[in-house]
């Protein structure tokens, strides 16, 4: 299963700073402006002059568990995690307003 969320506002870098440390992603202490793993995909924005967050999880398949929904890498690639979640991010910037769109690169 994926999922995507955007936040808004001053705790949005709060909760995106927990999401890259989730994700492996480095951070020494702040939030990172971008950053895609195998589960994991983040953008960042300003919203009304406030900080924004995009997020794309996904659960992937850990040899341990059953979970009928989780999705292999081989079906929801890396290239696949950060064009979905470019397209959310941009159609939320726009619709919000947003400036200085952050997206992960392309590997």
Known sequence: ?????????????????????????????????????????????????????????VDRPDGESDEPRAVGTERLSRERMRAILASFAEKESARRGCTELRLPAAD
């Open 1 to 57: 299963m994926a999922w995507l969320y955007g936040v808004y506002g001053q705790w949005s870098q709060e909760m995106m700073l927990e999401a890259a440390n989730r994700s492996g992603a480095p951070t020494a202490g702040t939030v990172p402006r971008k950053w895609l793993t195998d589960e994991r995909a983040g953008a960042t924005a300003r919203c009304g002059g406030r900080p924004a967050g995009f997020l794309l999880g």
